[in-house]
C-alpha cells in the first residue's frame, strides 16, 4: 500500500520521501529512518510542513485536514487491530509538532487524544489497568485545555494539589485508580465551565482541534523568538506528527526518558539519561519535576538500559553525529519516540569532533565543517578558583562552566540587568521554555525544579549559559522581589556564583580559573594543515 497524497505513515515498508526532513519535519523524517534500521518505533503518520502553509494561506480548509487525518487513522486502525473511539481496543494517539529544523520545547504537543467515557472504559478491559486508563485521561483533559482550548492552567492544578491533599500523597504518580477517577472527573466538569461547552466526546474532533492547535504553535511568541535568535524562517512552518500511544504510566516496569548519545555539556562518550518511572514523555521534557530515577532505571531494568546503550551505537552510525532522543518503556518494552542532533555546548562539539574522527564515524573534513561558526579561539572551560567558601545549596549540573552575576527573577530584570552591563543570573521555579527571552540575556540559569534534558536545558546549553536544574532548596518569592538558596534570602541584584562543574551556588562573586582544551585544538589544527 503506498501513500495517499494526504500524509505518508509511519510503518516498516514504508518508502523515505526523497525531500527528507524538508517536506515531511525532522520528527517524522528520523523516525522513519529509525523504523528502517530495525528500532523499535510506535506506528504512526504525519501531515507534513505543506499542509501548515496551505492552511496559513487558505487553500486547504479544516473540512480537508479533517479527511487527511481520518484517513491517517483508518491506516493507523488497521496497522495495530485497534480501534479510535472503540469501546473494548480503543486506539490512542499523540499529536506532535516537527519543524525540517529542530526546536526544542518551542512547539506544543497533546498526548493521549483519543479518550472518550466510552474509550477509557475500553482502555481498562484492553490493560487491566484502572489506573493507567484514569491517569491517561486526566492527562489528555488537563493538556488539551492547556495546548487546545487556550485555558489557563491554574484551576486544573489547583484540582491536582486538592486531589493530593485529599488524598496524602506528594505527586500524581502516588494517586490510585479511585483518586484520579475522581480528579478526572472534576477537570472535565471544570473544563465545562472555563470553556463554556463540554470536553469534546468524538475522538475525531480531538484530534483535528490537537492537530490545529500544533499548527497555531508555529505562530506562538516563544516559537518566534527561538527563530530570530537562530536565524529560522518564519515561513517554513511545522510538520504535525500522529504515532500511536505507547504508555510510560503504565506501572511499575514502565515510564520516560530523554537520553543523550553523549554528554552535550563536556562531550564525554557516555550515555547521558534523565528518567521517570511511571510517567510520560512530558513529566521529563516540561522543566517542572525535578527527576532522580536514572540511577534506578540501570539497578530495576538492567535490560532496557542495556538496550539503550546498544541504541546509541545505532543511532550515530545512522545520523554520524551525536543525538539527543526521546523514549518510552512499557511494561518492560522500549520504543524510541524521536532523535535529533544534539544540542551541545562549544566545548562539547570540539570534543565530540574529535573523538567521532578517532572511532571513524566522521571524516576530518566532516569535523570541520561541523565546528565551521565555532569560535574555538574563545573555547574554554572554567572553574572556580580554590579555596572555595560554604556553598548555598547544590543543583543538578545540566551545562558546564562557571557564572557569576546579579540575580533576576524573570525576563524583563534580566534584560534590564545586562542592558546597564551586569549580565545576571536567570533564577525561576521551573525549567520550562517561556524564559527563553530572559535566558538570552542572561549568563546562567537556576532553577528549582526541572532536569537536566528538559527542552529549557537544552537551550541553555546551545546558547552556552551555565545552567543548574532542580536545586530543591531554592524557593521564590515573587512579590517582594527575593528569594530563598539554602538557608539565606537573598534580593534580586544580589550577586551569585554558579559552578557548573560542580552543581554548587555560592554568595558573591568568586575569582575564576580558565582552562583551554589544547589536545583537541592541536589535532584540529593539524587537519586544517593537511587541507591547506
Known amino acids: 500500500m503506498t501513500d495517499t497524497p494526504q500524509c505518508r505513515f509511519i510503518l516498516p515498508g514504508e518508502t523515505l520521501p526523497p525531500a527528507g526532513g524538508e517536506t515531511v519535519g525532522g520528527k517524522a523524517w528520523s523516525l522513519m529512518r529509525m523504523v528502517n534500521a530495525g528500532l523499535r518505533v510506535p506506528p504512526g503518520f504525519v501531515l507534513g510542513t505543506d499542509w501548515y502553509r496551505a492552511l496559513h494561506a487558505g487553500t486547504r480548509d479544516a473540512d480537508s485536514l479533517r479527511r487527511a487525518l481520518a484517513g491517517g487513522i483508518s491506516r493507523l486502525e488497521a496497522a495495530t487491530g485497534l480501534g479510535f473511539g472503540s469501546a473494548r481496543r480503543p486506539l490512542l494517539v499523540s499529536v506532535r509538532s516537527g519543524a525540517a529544523v529542530s526546536m526544542p520545547g518551542m512547539l506544543e504537543t497533546v498526548l493521549d487524544v483519543g479518550l472518550t467515557p466510552h474509550a477509557v472504559e475500553g482502555l481498562l478491559r484492553l490493560t ?52 484520579l477517577r475522581r480528579l478526572t472527573l472534576a477537570m472535565l466538569a471544570q473544563y465545562g465551565v472555563l470553556a463554556n461547552h463540554e470536553f469534546p466526546a468524538h475522538p475525531l474532533d480531538q484530534l483535528c482541534a490537537a492537530a490545529g492547535a500544533v499548527f497555531s504553535s508555529w505562530d506562538a511568541p516563544k516559537a518566534a523568538s527561538y527563530r530570530r535568535l537562530n536565524g529560522l524562517d518564519d515561513a517554513a512552518g511545522t510538520a504535525v506528527t500522529v504515532q500511536t500511544m505507547v504508555f510510560g504510566n503504565a506501572g511499575g516496569a514502565s515510564g520516560a526518558g530523554v537520553g543523550f548519545t553523549r554528554d552535550p555539556a563536556s562531550g564525554e562518550p557516555r550515555l547521558y539519561l534523565d528518567f521517570c518511572f511511571n510517567g510520560q514523555g512530558e513529566d521529563v521534557v516540561a522543566g517542572r519535576q525535578s527527576l532522580a530515577d536514572s540511577d534506578r532505571l540501570r539497578r530495576e531494568l538492567p535490560d532496557v538500559q542495556a538496550r539503550l546503550e546498544t541504541g546509541c551505537g545505532v543511532l550515530e552510525a545512522l545520523f554520524g553525529d551525536a543525538q539527543d ?69 547544590h543543583a543538578t549540573v545540566a551545562c558546564i562552566g562557571v557564572a557569576c552575576g546579579p540575580i533576576a527573577l524573570d525576563a524583563a530584570a534580566a534584560a534590564r540587568f545586562a542592558g546597564a552591563g551586569s549580565p545576571a543570573i536567570l533564577v525561576r521555579p521551573e525549567t520550562v521554555t517561556e524564559d527563553i527571552a530572559g535566558l538570552v540575556h542572561a549568563v546562567g540559569l537556576l532553577t528549582a525544579a526541572g532536569s537536566r534534558t528538559a527542552h529549557a536545558a537544552v537551550v541553555a546549553r546551545q546558547l552556552g549559559k551555565v545552567c543548574l536544574v532542580g536545586c530543591r532548596e531554592l524557593t521564590l518569592d515573587l512579590p517582594r522581589r527575593a528569594c530563598r538558596i539554602g538557608a539565606r534570602t537573598l534580593a534580586e541584584g544580589d550577586l551569585i556564583s554558579l559552578d557548573g562543574n560542580l552543581g554548587a551556588i555560592y554568595p558573591g562573586v568568586l575569582p575564576v580559573v580558565t582552562l583551554r582544551p589544547e589536545r583537541e585544538l592541536a589535532i584540529v589544527a593539524g587537519w586544517r594543515a593537511k587541507v591547506a
Open 128 to 179: 487491566g489497568n484502572p489506573r493507567l486508563a484514569w491517569d491517561s485521561y486526566r492527562r489528555l483533559v488537563q493538556g488539551y485545555a492547556e495546548v487546545v482550548a487556550g485555558l489557563p492552567t491554574a484551576p486544573f492544578d489547583a484540582l491536582l494539589q486538592q486531589a493530593l491533599a485529599a488524598e496524602r500523597e506528594d505527586s500524581a504518580q502516588q494517586l490510585d485508580h479511585r483518586a
Open 325 to 393: 532522543f526521546e523514549f518510552t518503556v512499557q511494561d518492560g518494552e522500549l520504543f524510541m519516540l524521536q532523535t535529533r542532533t544534539a544540542k551541545r555546548t562549544p566545548w562539547a562539539s570540539l570534543r565530540i569532533a574529535v573523538d567521532m574522527v578517532a572511532e571513524g564515524l566522521i571524516s576530518p573534513a566532516q569535523a570541520l565543517a561541523r565546528l565551521e561558526g565555532i569560535d574555538l579561539g574563545a573555547v574554554a572551560y572554567t572553574r572556580l578558583a580554590e579555596p572555595l567558601p560554604a556553598p548555598l545549596s
